[in-house]
């Protein structure tokens, strides 16, 4: 063990694999978490695969020449590459763009994490997005991106800094949403519901991804709502009547979000 991925040689860590464990009770959840995960991949690279023949422009500013890869920033003719990014932009056609396209290599919510992260890919001459702004205000958010041909090798450095980070105890990401627990807003206990009285089935499936995703967009509207799932690999989740129409909308934008995704 080096003391700090900053001494491990570039290419370290290509053999080396990493192993997650969990609790023989916990073991039936988190396999279907994997299988989620996996369900949702391949549904990102059918879309992907289904984008036609026809190179079709996307909807961009009148006046645009070149879009960013990266940031999906919008420029005039007299840009060629992102200033925010560092990498030539393309022509504002979806083909252009899905042709050595942006993966998501990192979403964790930590600061300190995303700015030691982004120095590493800086070290290595990793272009990722916002590159040029380490230190600005995307480094609040959890989203580190990098083109595909670059995201084997960012996937070493994000390794060898998750592992620098592993054996530190002082950080602390704290402990994930179960997108099976409920969630009772305020506004649920002033009416006097009960959770019986979430009756209406919005959305029932096997995506734990899709669960998460629906639960999320409720708690910001502060819908209550409540989540059966006997068993691991499939969930139901309820809304109350009262709910029924936004709760309705929400889920649309949600799965037309996840297809798109």
Known sequence: MYDSFEEQPLGWGTSTEFEVL???ENFPFAKWVVTSEKEMSKEQEAGAEQSGEVDEPIDAEPGVTGICPLCYAQFAETYSVCPNCGVPLRPPQKGALEQNSAKVLCNLS???FLADLRMALQRVEIPFNNAKFPQGPDTL????V???????????VLAQALQYWEFDRRISFGPSHDPR?????????????????LAMLLWTGG????LDGVGMALREHEIAYRVESPEPGSAKLFVHPDNEEQAREIL????EGASLE
Do not use: C, M
């Open 141 to 144: 958010r959890g989203d580190v």
């Open 22 to 24: 969990v609790s023989i």
């Open 252 to 255: 649309r934008d949600v799965l």
């Open 207 to 210: 995506n734990l991804n899709i």
């Open 146 to 156: 990098v083109l595909d041909s670059d995201f084997d090798r960012a996937t070493q």
């Open 181 to 197: 627990e409920p969630y009772w807003p305020q506004q649920a206990k002033k009416n006097g519901w009960y959770p019986e009285d």
């Open 110 to 112: 930590h600061p300190q």
